[in-house]
């Protein structure tokens, strides 16, 4: 098992560039998340999902896109990027048990570290 | 609005001296709790978590966390702390019945050998 992968880890993009950062999950997780962190303010939640085809959008969603097509797979799209969305992205999932939907852990991908100049 | 707080922004000990970072909640209903920790470079990992039970609960690496209904509190605790126990520790909470978990702004621990 390779867990939550994502892809890049490291990026430099310029201001209105776009790009899409990429979490794939090989734990047949219902639920997957996106979180940005900035310094001493935590993780903040971007966008979620709760299966293929169903996304929601969490704290913080402007700027950012999603797409859930597949079970694995959750990227996260940045369409014109803004010195703003400078941060390290997270990519996290759980399984999501309908007994004890909180209880279960969240498995967390190594992150993104995306500059925008 | 449902919360997580974390007091404490820094802290620096020596090596073998007890630690305990404090975690407060706001939350209806039934709460889940969880302490994460992210050491240097790498992605955060889970510590421990509370769902229902012993309010004693024991994580890895010799770390606990006492849930105190009544404080609303999750602190997290270790009797002697080590030089790799350097890392930042997230606070998490989740209300059972909801997908979304709120995380405290975490807490630096700087550990001195």
């Known amino acids: 098992n390779a867990g939550v992968t994502q892809t890049p880890k490291f990026r430099i993009l310029k201001i209105g560039q776009s790009m899409t950062l990429q979490c794939t999950q090989d734990?047949?997780?219902?639920?997957m998340y996106w979180y940005r962190q900035d310094p001493g303010m935590g993780l903040k939640l971007i966008y979620y999902?709760?299966?293929?085809?169903?996304?929601d959008k969490g704290e913080v969603p402007n700027g950012y896109n999603v797409s859930r097509s597949t079970t694995e797979d959750f990227p996260l799209r940045l369409e014109l990027a803004a010195p703003s969305q400078t941060s390290v992205y997270f990519c996290?999932?759980?399984?999501?048990?309908?007994?004890?939907?909180?209880?279960?852990?969240?498995?967390f991908g190594p992150g993104t570290r995306l500059t925008v100049l | 609005a449902q919360s997580v707080s974390q007091h404490n922004h820094h802290v620096i000990l020596s090596e073998a001296a007890s630690l305990e970072l404090g975690c407060n909640y706001s939350?209806?209903?039934?709460?889940?709790l969880f302490w994460y920790v992210q050491y240097p470079g790498q992605h955060l990992q889970l510590l421990l978590k509370?769902?229902?039970?012993?309010?004693l609960v024991k994580g890895i690496k010799g770390f606990e966390a006492e849930f105190i209904k009544s404080k609303f509190s999750f602190n997290l605790r270790k009797p002697s702390v080590q030089w790799s126990d350097t890392a930042e520790y997230f606070c998490?909470?989740?209300?059972?019945?909801?997908?979304?978990?709120?995380f405290g702004t975490g807490t630096r621990l700087k550990v001195l050998a």
């Open positions: 996290a999932s759980r399984l999501g048990t309908p007994q004890r939907q909180g209880a279960d852990t969240q498995y």
């Open positions: 734990m047949n997780h219902n639920y």
């Open positions: 999902s709760v299966g293929a085809g169903i996304t």
């Open positions: 998490a909470g989740h209300t059972s019945g909801t997908y979304k978990y709120i």
């Open positions: 939350y209806g209903g039934t709460v889940n």
């Open positions: 509370y769902f229902s039970g012993d309010p």
